[in-house]
């Protein structure tokens, strides 16, 4: 059972929807982080949050906007995407100041029409 | 160079054998040190943290050697499920912990 929630757990959206991915995590941790995936690729950081603010943006495109509207939860929200978007999106949290591993969640698919 | 390399896959091992993967990192500033494993399509799992002392976890063995800035794991009496992909990740505290990861090493365990 992963301890990090991601939903939906798929996606498929044309380039002009608008759409959101959801994470939720109840361990407690501050440090919330998105990270995208391709095939035969390790995770690859998109965007880091610390206590609710953002800290880090790894200089993803805008049409990526990353929310933390509270400390359990994480939201990316996603809006004229394209094919090269497709990949998995992965959640992960952990304490902060700390050298605890992050926990991640088990991702949504999205594919990109 | 990479920040994180690993050995290339994939390694092709009956089962019981013992396999080990070797992993090196170039920031002498790195903090934390791990091993996980994925699946094919899942997500990342933590096997094992690594300490400079060394630590087991039943068959998984894991090394590192900060002098050198190199990591192993030795999976010892392989399992067909121990067959998935195995990052070497090493981590820096900034506040938050920023991973860096290799590109992963594919085991194959067949019978």
């Known amino acids: 059972d992963t301890e990090v929630t991601q939903t939906p757990k798929h996606l498929v959206m044309g380039m002009t929807n608008k759409k959101s991915l959801k994470c939720e995590q109840h361990m407690g941790h501050r440090a919330m982080y998105w990270y995208k995936q391709k095939a035969k690729k390790p995770p690859e950081l998109m965007f880091v949050y610390s206590y609710e603010k953002l800290s880090i943006n790894e200089s993803v495109p805008s049409r990526f906007s990353p929310e933390c509207p509270n400390s359990s939860l994480l939201n990316l929200h996603l809006h004229a995407l394209q094919p090269e978007d497709s990949a998995l999106y992965l959640c992960?949290?952990?304490?902060?100041?700390?050298?605890?591993?992050?926990?991640f969640g088990d991702g949504t698919r999205l594919s990109i029409l | 160079r990479k920040e994180v390399e690993q050995d290339p896959g994939p390694f092709n091992v009956p089962e019981g054998a013992t396999v080990a993967f070797n992993c090196t990192y170039s920031n002498s500033a790195s903090q934390s040190f791990f091993w996980y494993r994925q699946d094919c399509r899942k997500e990342p799992k933590l096997l094992m943290s690594v300490y400079s002392s060394g630590n087991e976890d039943g068959r998984f063995t894991a090394q590192l050697n900060r002098a050198s800035q190199y990591i192993s794991l030795l999976i010892r009496d392989s399992k067909l499920s121990d067959s998935a992909t195995y990052l070497c990740?090493?981590?820096?505290?900034?506040?938050?912990?920023?991973?860096?990861f290799g590109t992963g090493t594919r085991l194959l365990v067949s019978p």
């Open positions: 990740v090493v981590g820096l505290n900034t506040g938050f912990q920023k991973l860096v």
């Open positions: 992960a949290s952990s304490p902060v100041g700390s050298n605890q591993p992050q926990h």
